[in-house]
């Protein structure tokens, strides 16, 4: 899902290019350009957010780096908790706006493209987050039960030392430097 992500933000970008050319050298614009653009956002907006959940690359805080293992991965279990809570809601919430719009035959209004296949991206990337957490969930009470183990299906805790070395590796071109 990732990869179609990345792949709908260099579509776009071409298509932005292309508009911005046909219009200012060309005097040509692509039909229902804002329309498609609009559209076709919801794919690159939603379909990698399983993929930073699994690697820990979303934006936050570890306010919790020098404490013990045992408590940070408890910590860790019971914020994951609360994100399936909050993620089980959404998706209830996010697939009725969906069939509202499917139902009703939404559509845009500038070239009646139908609204319905983005507003599906929003509970089937959110169902996919969702079946990520659950994974997520037995990853953090394996790491409670034994906190030393290697951890499995969980983002790896990193100090910003390791990242930085991480970076540097990488950037050098030796992938397992540490």
């Known amino acids: 899902m990732n990869l179609i992500a990345a ?4 579509f776009l970008m071409a298509v932005g290019v292309a508009q911005i050319v046909g219009r200012t050298i060309f005097d040509f614009a692509i039909y229902g350009y804002i329309d498609w653009i609009e ?3 919801s794919l690159f907006a939603f379909l990698g957010i399983a993929y930073v959940q699994r690697y820990g690359s979303h934006i936050g805080m570890d306010l919790t780096m020098g404490w013990s293992p045992s408590i940070r991965w408890k910590l860790q279990l019971f914020g994951v908790l609360v994100t399936i809570a909050i993620v089980t809601v959404l998706i209830y919430a996010t697939f009725d706006f969906f069939l509202r719009a499917y139902q009703l035959g939404d559509s845009t209004m500038d070239i009646r493209l139908p609204t319905w296949p983005a507003k599906m991206m929003v509970p089937l990337a959110l169902s996919l987050l969702w079946l990520r957490l659950v994974l997520q969930i037995f990853g953090y009470l394996r790491m409670v039960a034994y906190p030393d183990a290697e951890p499995v299906a969980v983002p790896k805790l990193v100090t910003i030392e390791g990242q ?3 970076e540097i590796a990488d950037a050098l071109g ?4 540490r």
């Open 7 to 10: 792949l709908a933000v260099f």
């Open 39 to 41: 559209q076709s956002s």
């Open 164 to 166: 930085v070395e991480e």
């Open 174 to 177: 030796h992938k397992d430097a």
